[in-house]
């Protein structure tokens, strides 16, 4: 059971029986990893915008995005995400177990044009360690045709699911997938 309190779907009212709406139709229900924040409407509200966004990113790929979440989650042990965005690259994607698998262990071995991988390399290091993030990083990454906004919208995501892996971690969520 996960340690804090959640409002069920049942029992959901106001801003939170209406965003839970939006999740089902968008979701089919609504997740657990969602679910966790409805104890604040503003704070599920923004977590589903901000998944909304990202969805229909324009740039940034679904694959590259799932792979960046996929593997802060591994830095942060956060297994629901780690095993749900595995299950994305697999049943969305069209990744086998071995390219997941391969891409957990080497980042770079991950089924993404090189130019995507470059900006997931740097997404990861940039989570790791934002103090040593140079000029010249970033100007290599605007040769391969990413721009600013680009950029900080990866990072963003992953710096983003650094804070979404601890909440899940924090509060025990249940795999409900």
Same mark, same amino acid.
């Given at each position: 059971?996960?340690? +804090?309190?959640?409002?069920?779907? *049942?029992?959901?009212?106001?801003?939170?029986? #209406?965003?839970?709406? @939006?999740?089902?139709?968008?979701?089919?229900?609504?997740?657990? #990893?969602?679910?966790?924040?409805?104890?604040?409407?503003? $704070?599920?509200?923004?977590?589903? *915008?901000?998944?909304?966004?990202?969805?229909? @990113?324009?740039?940034?790929?679904? #694959?590259?995005?799932?792979?960046?979440?996929?593997?802060?989650?591994?830095?942060?042990?956060?297994?629901?995400?780690?095993?749900?965005?595995?299950?994305? $690259?697999?049943?969305?994607?069209?990744?086998?177990?071995?390219?997941?698998?391969?891409?957990? %262990?080497?980042?770079?071995?991950?089924?993404?044009?090189?130019?995507?991988?470059? +900006?997931?390399?740097?997404?990861?290091?940039?989570?790791?360690?934002?103090? @040593?993030? %140079?000029? *010249? *990083?970033?100007?290599? +990454?605007?040769?391969?045709?990413?721009?600013?906004?680009?950029?900080?919208?990866?990072?963003?995501?992953?710096?983003?699911?650094?804070?979404?892996?601890?909440?899940?971690? #924090?509060?025990?969520?249940?795999?409900?997938?």
């Amino acid at each position: 059971m996960t340690l +804090l309190k959640t409002v069920s779907p *049942e029992a959901a009212s106001g801003e939170v029986a #209406a965003l839970y709406d @939006h999740m089902k139709a968008a979701f089919g229900g609504v997740p657990n #990893a969602l679910s966790i924040w409805s104890e604040s409407p503003l $704070l599920l509200k923004q977590q589903f *915008e901000f998944i909304g966004y990202y969805m229909q @990113h324009p740039r940034l790929s679904g #694959a590259l995005l799932a792979t960046i979440r996929m593997l802060v989650s591994v830095d942060t042990k956060c297994i629901y995400c780690v095993e749900f965005n595995a299950g994305m $690259l697999i049943n969305m994607m069209g990744w086998t177990p071995e390219q997941v698998a391969a891409t957990n %262990t080497d980042p770079s071995a991950a089924n993404l044009p090189e130019r995507e991988k470059n +900006l997931l390399t740097w997404v990861l290091k940039s989570v790791q360690d934002a103090n @040593h993030v %140079t000029a *010249e *990083e970033l100007d290599a +990454l605007r040769t391969q045709d990413w721009s600013d906004q680009d950029i900080l919208e990866a990072l963003s995501h992953g710096a983003r699911m650094v804070a979404g892996d601890i909440i899940l971690n #924090a509060f025990k969520v249940k795999r409900d997938y």
